[in-house]
């Protein structure tokens, strides 16, 4: 077969090279289901991502050898080299890159205290009769400056259930302002996997993501605000340590620089020096051996994303060559073709089309990165075809699917936050307001032309 009729065939759409995909996401959500029947705790997280992914792999290898036709020995060949030139590309490798570097940062600056710090820093700037908005703001800030929903979660909730419990709060009310502050940051910070995930799948600059994301971000956080207020009550804050500003410096650098456009990698390099710096002038048990440690032990933090980007890319690659993402990208716009153009744009539909893919895979897998990165290169393809500025398509990313993770009664946020409050995920989801604040916010307001 030539070249040009291998290349012909790849731009057409085959249902049939879905499966790979289909089978990986059967996998991941089959056990995670057994598993919850089987009363296991944390059950969709029990098998990793990245061993779900290898029967898929292999599936894919087999269809490929008949989209080929060729003697097996070729095939193989030709099939490795797609599959490795998928796992190589530039954008794949910048984002395992970024992942490592952003755990390499979370670690350190955790343990040269940033977090504590954050956390006294918020409590002392609590006002009695501001309780629920002040554990939204510290748990966006912590956020915000982690990346991570679930370290934020970690080191909020037991003081937020302390002051739940001293103030008679409602716990369920308290647990889902935590969730709210913690996906808030989740989405919004340049260090989150999710929001390198969605940068560099749509290609675009994280200070761009971030300027888009905000404008939707910002509205539903104040509406929260605002309903947060009004279920308040005035109490006690407990009493806070000294606080260490001097700690929270790595954090606020890292902000700064990374909205004022500055590189990410420049930008995480900087944080994990500050943060050791810090760490090495303020802890007596603070050495250049455990920085070092603990800057690797950062890069282990990442190896579950980091190893199934990999293979996802790898994985997406086949399945683009043998015209799996053709045909998902053209179903989807099938749908979108159907919707009346006089009720709403073809553009503003495909925008929809984004959310809905990313928020059903996210709803399979429960786990918001994962979603973004298997569904990015179908967003992109649209996002393209129908004249969709890629901040604009990665901020739907990763809107929706943190939107998705925070309403989950199986996501890791919501089982971490019902183990500590002791309360049934239906309770804390109930509670849930700034993710469907934010969902609402998102489907109304339009792009900036």
Known sequence: MSESKQNGDSLRGSIVALLPLLLFLSLYIGVGIYLSFQGVEYAFYQLPAPVAILPAI???FILDRFYRKKELTQSLSSTLEDFLRGVGHPDIIAMCMIYLLAGAFAAVAKASGGVDATVNLGLSAMSPSMILPGIFIISAFIATAMGTSMGTIA??????LGIAESAELSLSLTA????SGAMFGDNLSIISDTTIAATRSQGCKMKDKFKENIRM??????????????????TQVPQVQEIHWIKVIPYITILILAIAGVNVFAVLSLGIFLAGIIGLSTLQSYSLTTFSQ???AGFGNMQEIFLLSLLIGGLSELMKKQGGLTFLTQFISKLISKVPNKLISEKRTSEYGIALLVSAINFCTANN???????????KNLAQKNDIDPKRSASILDIFSCVVQGILPYGAQVLLLGSVFKLSPLEIISHSYYCLILALVALILPSRQ
């Open 369 to 379: 990165t994962v979603a973004i990165i298997v569904s990015g290169s179908v967003a």
């Open 217 to 234: 971000a910002l509205p539903a956080a104040i509406a929260s605000l605002i309903l947060f207020t009004f279920f308040s009550a005035s």
């Open 155 to 160: 080191a909020v909730a037991p003081v937020a």
């Open 58 to 60: 292999i599936v894919a």
């Open 294 to 296: 603990d800057i690797y």
């Open 176 to 179: 889902g302002v935590v969730l």
